[in-house]
Each structure stands twice: as structure tokens, then as C-alpha cells.
């Protein structure tokens, strides 16, 4: 890990020169060209100040590798989602993801679904409401799956309850490949969002008709990636993005 180029890293992904960094640090940009090339350590002062500019905690710039995170995690982007109806399904046991969405799978293609929609979108996301004792004495875990479907689908299979997500703010980021280690990748998502919200001075945002966090699994090249949301308070102004697009 260099401190170097977490500085530099951190520097192009705000789309800043190294003159544009020293400016707004009242720096020269001698001296940024030192601190990146290692040449020279920032006072802690100047590092508190980077954590302003550039929206992370100190303990992550001067700790962690950030270049090697940005072959794995997209830039966190606030967008607006609107609004989608879905047909979703809960389920408790000791593997609950794949089993909700493996349900929601087959729901799909016995509802008719997929004929309508060929490219079915399944979203998921932790379903929190497990007792102790069900988790400490049998291992069993909950999950809520559910497919987006069109506002005019209607099908009387059983299997599913419908419900709506209302237009809402959501702190976006990317993973790529996220099974290659799941239980590093994924939450390592939400840390970097939750770090993103508050270095930022955005807050969750908790309503009722609106999923508080949810994740979205789909392929692009033969590579895997997720798409992890979390809701914010309403903070844009742009068109909504549809979750069909």
C-alpha cells in the first residue's frame, strides 16, 4: 500500500489535476507531485483536509489500497429510481438467498413472466426479522427476493405477493465479480456506501413503500456483477432512472 497513490488514485477519480488539488489545499503543485510520488508524508492536517476533498475517512487513505478496490468497486453515484412494481417472496432457512431467488426464478416462468419480460429482473435484499434462536440454534437466515414486473402484468399464479417501490433516492455502486469472495466484496459495498453517505453528509432514509437497501445480480461479457442500493434522503433533481433500462 502507498499513501502515494492513494493520493493520486483518489485525485483522478474526483477528475482533478495535481494543480487543481494544490489550489484548493493553498498547496504548490510541487508538493503534490511529492506527496503522490511518496516523496514526502502530509502533515495530518493537509490529510484531514484530503478527506474533505476527496469524501473518505482518514483511516482509508492512509491504510487501505485504494487502486486495487477500483478494479473492483464502480464510483458511487446518487441516483433517482422510479417508481416499479414487483412480485416478491420471503424465505427463512440456512441458505436463503438462493433459495428466495431460485423461487422467485421458477415463479417467473410458471407466472408467464418470462414470457412477457425474457430478461427478468430479480432483485433481493436481507429480510431481518429472524429470531435468535432461529439463527444461533438452527442456522437459518432470511432473505426477500422479488422480480420487477411491468405495470400491466397480471397473472393469478400463487407463489408471490405483489407490492410497489416508490420513486426514490438510492446511493448506487458496482461490484464486480461479488461471489469470487462474497463475504468480503459485498459488505465491503455497503461500508464504502455508508462511508460515501456520510462523508458526504447524506443520511439512509427509512419509508414506508420504499425498500430501505437491495441488490441486483445480472452478466455483462461473461463477467458477474451487482449493483448494490441503498436509499438516501432526496437529494436529486434528475429524471428518474428506470429499473427496465
Known sequence: ?????????LRKQKKLTQEQLADRMSVTRQTVSRWESDEVVPELNRLVEMC???ACKLDTLVREDLSCQSEIYSEIKIKRIASFKM?????????????????????AESSGLKKVCPDVKIIGWDF??????QQNRFGLHGYAAACIIPDDFETDCPGASFSENKEADYAVITIKEPFVQPFERIPNAYKLIMEYL????????????????????YQKNDITYMDVFVHVDGVTKADAFSMFS
Request: charged share 20%.
Open 1 to 9: 500500500m502507498s499513501l502515494g497513490n492513494n493520493i493520486s488514485f
Open 52 to 54: 474533505g476533498i476527496f
Open 87 to 107: 412480485a416478491g417472496y420471503v424465505i427463512i432457512s440456512p441458505e436463503p438467498e438462493s433459495d428466495a431467488m431460485g423461487h422467485m426464478d421458477r415463479w
Open 128 to 133: 431481518p426479522f429472524v429470531s435468535q434462536e
Open 198 to 217: 456520510q462523508a458526504n453528509n447524506f443520511k439512509e432514509k427509512n419509508q414506508e413503500n420504499i425498500i430501505g437497501c437491495f441488490e441486483y445480480e
